[in-house]
């Protein structure tokens, strides 16, 4: 049985050429080792219904977790735009958020690295840079980069699915 699913050892396997791929396209037979399967064969290889009652538990939980990541990343957004909505600095001789005026007796200044604006230490992160000298974010462009983290690995996420949908599931 196998000599007709795979050959005889002495042949070489060669692969088919555009006419013959497009001809067993039409014919719906394919070129795979469950070509020669009788149709009994493949309704013994049907899941049972335990099977598919455990596969469609865990899209279930998915979608669950996908619904809790979703009100997740809103939380995020909607803090990050009150955090733009409540700074009162101008940037520039006040700190952006607290708005803590930057003297020789008050708390020292630091530069956003994205938004280009003064921060007090308080309102600033320091981040881990490629330079020796530590490299400074405001608290919204650090909140920012996060949910601009998300919301990328996200899409990134959805395009990878469906490249994997539309090439496992030809139409």
Known sequence: M???MFGSENEHWVCPN???LALRAK?????????????RQRKAQTLEKRELD??????HRAEQLEIIEQHRIGRLVERLENMRRS????????CLLCGEVFGLLSSPSVLCLDCCMKVCTKCGIETAGSQKRAQWLCKICSERREVCGFTFFDILIKWFLTLQASSYFPE
């Open 2 to 4: 196998t000599d007709t």
């Open 18 to 20: 555009d006419r013959q």
């Open 27 to 39: 014919l719906h037979t394919g070129w795979s080792i469950h070509t020669f399967q009788s149709e």
């Open 54 to 59: 455990l596969i469609m538990s865990v899209i």
């Open 87 to 94: 700074a009162v600095g101008n940037g520039l001789s006040q």
